[in-house]
């Protein structure tokens, strides 16, 4: 899968790693790109740095009838969307108490409804069209934490491995149609999201530049990679889980304990 000459859409395009693809996706060719975001004002800064290609939209992208209705702006304007980058997410943390069940019924619906569901509500947006062309693609920013998990971010962790299943789903349905499927599982970007995480469990092999992680993640589209990890410790720590999970469990008990007893709170 590679970017040039093709209708591009970003969510969560405002700012962070979105920011970051869109400014590399039109560098490299990109004939338009869609910024999409709550965050209007962003989206538009970002769209205008760019150039005519891009264009902003505010998207909630939990509003079926909104993404359908920009994607509709977009086919009208540009053309068919080739590749949708469906980025958006949102973190809510185990805080105040450190448990897994601290996060209420409303946000437990929120997370799910942005970090999985609206995944499903872009496919039903774009696929179809993709799958009569026999051609398209389609990234999932998930997270290494769903691929491992994230010490006191229940729901994240949780919502992101369920990115991750929806994933592997669409590349097994459709990549015989022709579609493809990029499911991207960072660790720490620096973002809205990771700022201060520095001294966190989630940023202790360090935060990546959302740059460097855009030009990792565009080389590894255009090998035709499926699970794509910016950075190069998930691996490891994905083989380790894989071999031996009692083992992986207990490491990540022992260290939420000395994040405990450090700093207080597992994060």
């Known amino acids: 899968m590679d970017v040039k000459d093709k209708i591009i859409v970003i969510t969560g395009g405002a700012s962070g790693i979105g920011k970051a693809l869109a400014e590399l996706f039109a560098s490299e060719g990109a004939k338009a790109i869609a910024i999409a975001d709550m965050d209007i004002e962003g989206a538009q800064a970002v769209a205008t740095a760019i150039g005519p290609q891009a264009k902003a939209y505010k998207l909630d992208v939990t509003d079926e009838q ?5 994607v509709a702006d977009i086919e009208k304007n540009y ?3 080739d590749l949708y980058c469906s980025n958006a997410g949102i973190i809510f943390s185990d805080a105040p108490d450190w448990k897994t069940t601290s996060q209420t019924n409303d946000q437990w619906q929120k997370i799910w409804e942005v970090n999985v569901l609206a995944h499903v509500l872009a496919c039903r947006a774009v696929l179809e069209k993709m799958i009569a062309r026999g051609e398209g693609g389609f990234m999932v920013t998930a997270s290494a934490a769903g691929l491992l998990s994230q010490i ?4 994240y962790s949780t919502t992101k491995h369920a ?3 929806f994933a592997e789903s669409l590349a097994i349905t459709n990549g015989d149609d022709g579609i493809y499927v990029g499911c991207i599982c960072p660790q720490a970007v620096k973002s809205k999201m990771t700022a201060g995480v520095e001294d966190s469990s989630a940023g202790v092999d360090g935060v990546m530049e959302a740059d460097e992680f855009a030009r990792r993640v565009l080389t590894q589209m255009r090998e035709g990679r499926f699970m ?9 720590y994905f083989l380790s889980k894989a071999q031996n999970y009692d083992r992986w469990i207990g490491g990540m008990r022992k260290f939420r304990r000395h994040q405990m007893e450090t700093t207080g709170k597992p994060i």
């Open 66 to 70: 909104a993404v359908f209705d920009m």
């Open 79 to 81: 053309g068919d969307v």
């Open 152 to 155: 006191g971010d229940t729901s």
């Open 163 to 165: 990115a991750v299943g």
């Open 228 to 236: 794509i990890r910016p950075h190069d410790t998930v691996e490891g």
